[in-house]
Every structure is written in C-alpha cells, then in structure tokens.
C-alpha cells in the first residue's frame, strides 16, 4: 500500500498510549517498516507521555505520521505553546523527566515547531527505505516480496458479498497489486508483457471452465 501520510485526533490520557502503540504497530506493519516499529512505538509514547504530564491530562492532541525522505516523520500536536519539551538530566530514581532524554536518544532528530495556537513536537527515524522519496521503485519491490511471501502462509476467507463502493475499492487494490507485479517481474529481467500475456490466457481459460 502506499505510504500516505497519516494524522489521528486523540484525548491525551494514559489509557491512550497502549492504543495509539498498537496503531503505529498496524501501520508501520502495512509500510513495511517492521525495523522501525519498536522505536517507533517507544517514540510515540515518550511524546504523549511528555504532553500528560506537562500540558495535562484531556489535552486535545494530534498524532501524524508520514515520510520524510527516508526518514519515519512522527509528531505530536497539542494546543499548549508555552510547556515546551526540555532535555532533563534526570538521577535514577527520578520517576520523571527523561522522556524527551530518551526520545533524544533513540531517534536521528527531533524538535518543536511553533505556532499561534499550537506546538509540534517531532522526531524522525531513519528507515530501511531505498529511495529518497519513501516511494520509489525499491518500495515497490519491498511490497510485493512481502506479498509473496505471505500467499504460502495465509488463505483469506471468501467474501461472499461486497457494496457498489466496496467493489470499486477492492478493484483499485487489485490493480496496484497487478501493477506492482508486473514491475516485480521487470525488475528481475523477466518479460512483464509476456507474463501478462500468459496471465490473461490463464484467466480466459480458467473462466470457460
């Protein structure tokens, strides 16, 4: 799937970093970025963590993810400008204060951007992405492998009926995953126009069948 940019409106409370962890986990897995995802998860709970302590609980808060380069972009937008995150030198036993240290440490950067009615605290990871735009043909080939992959290991149940708008969607899907096969085959100097030559015979004689 494309790696489109993301955003998810949220209610700053403890409760909701185990939740927003699984949904980075979800999304990062569909990217493709299985390496980044422990940081990623550590990441996105150390900067919510930061605005329920210094901003407070119920904070209106904002989770965006997207790709930077070959960077993983995450950020957390709150409405408080004046309760900016600071590196700590927090002793041991602090039971707070080294969030942002720790942020500091595991991510390549981060940093805060101001605005008139909002701040964004952001960090960025670099990635396994081969390509400068995180969408190039390295990505491709990253999909469908991983695609592959996954035929031998899971059968997916039969849909047995489908909505107008649902059918459109699934065919779109159907297409990426024709087009990004057919850049698969080309890429390991196989004849992409032959194979879809043979496909489409196999497809007309599977259906006279």
Known sequence: MPRKPWDLAFTAEPEEVAALRRIM???????????SIDTAQLCVSEMVSNVIAHVGPGTPTTLAVSINGTYLRIEVHDPDTRALPALLDAGVEAEGGRGM????????????????????????????????????????????????????????????????????????????????????????????????????????????G
């Open 101 to 208: 240290a720790l942020v500091d440490a595991i991510a390549d950067r981060w940093g805060v951007q101001l605005s008139a009615d909002r701040k964004v605290t952001w960090c960025e990871l670099a990635t396994c992405l081969p390509s400068v735009r995180g969408q190039g043909e390295g990505a491709r080939l990253m999909r469908v492998e991983a695609m592959l992959g996954l035929y031998g290991e899971v059968k997916l149940p039969r849909v047995t009926s489908f909505s107008p708008l649902s059918v459109a969607v699934a065919e779109e899907a159907v297409i990426d995953v024709i087009t990004d096969l057919l850049h698969w085959l080309r890429a390991y100097g196989r004849d992409a126009d032959e194979a879809l030559d043979k496909a489409q015979m196999r497809f007309e004689a599977d259906g006279c």
């Open 25 to 35: 986990r979800l999304h990062l897995g569909l990217w493709g970025l299985h390496d």
